[in-house]
T-cell receptor, first 113, second 114 residues
């Protein structure tokens, strides 16, 4: 069976500091990978998705970036965090063949102070 | 345009009551997919169901049932005999074939009181 991991679970960072969130998937090969953000009390916003190593599509312009250095690893980064970056970050994966059903990780709660 | 509307922001019920969560979608695609996810207080989104646009058959899974009606562009979710553990935010989502994007509604927060 497939499992998806995210770390850290919780992070408190000062404004202007860098960010690196990691997501890994086990039990499958060549998955589609996604980063979402959920602001407090709001819905999910797709930030990035990837269909393969080194292939990243960005949905919204912002100070965040994503990378996929390995097949089952997806990283969300920032060089300088903003207060507005606070939120709940969810990573998701889907089978490449179907693409449509996405399975989510446990998430990372980020608080920027 | 693709859009999902969950008009109920928050619903409160007492345990053992039945509750229906509404989902209305907009799409011009003839083929599409609809989903329900559950987000408990821990935060992880749990996949509940996927329904293809060409399959309007309703589905029942234990206390959960889903009513898909293309005529009204709705995909409603009913919990029968609700329990405290059902307390969560529930999201409806729309997917298009061969794309990598899901369009989520804003979610409905369900609180079940003992």
């Amino acid at each position: 069976s497939q499992t998806i991991h995210q770390w850290p679970a919780t992070l408190v960072q000062p404004v202007g500091s860098p960010l690196s969130l990691e997501c890994t998937v086990e039990g499958t090969s060549n998955p589609n990978l996604y980063w979402y953000r959920q602001a407090a009390g709001r819905g999910l916003q797709l930030l990035f998705y990837s269909v393969g190593i080194g292939q990243i599509s960005s949905e919204v312009p912002q100070n965040l970036s994503a990378s996929r250095p390995q097949d089952r690893q997806f990283i969300l980064s920032s060089k300088k965090l903003l207060l507005s970056d606070s939120g709940f970050y969810l990573c998701a994966w889907s089978f490449l063949a179907t693409q449509e059903t996405q399975y989510f990780g446990p998430g990372t709660r980020l608080l920027v102070l | 345009a693709q859009k999902v509307t969950q008009a109920q922001t928050e619903i409160s019920v007492v345990e053992k009551e039945d509750v229906t969560l509404d989902c209305v979608y907009e799409t011009r695609d003839t083929t599409y997919y609809l989903f329900w996810y559950k987000q408990p207080p821990s935060g992880e989104l749990v996949f509940l169901i996927r329904r293809n646009s060409f399959d309007e058959q309703n589905e029942i899974s234990g206390r959960y049932s889903w009513n898909f009606q293309k005529s009204t562009s709705s995909f409603n979710f009913t919990i029968t005999a609700s329990q405290v553990v059902d307390s969560a935010v529930y999201f409806c989502a729309l997917g298009r074939p061969n794309t990598d994007k899901l369009i989520f509604g804003t979610g409905t927060r369900l609180q079940v009181f003992p």
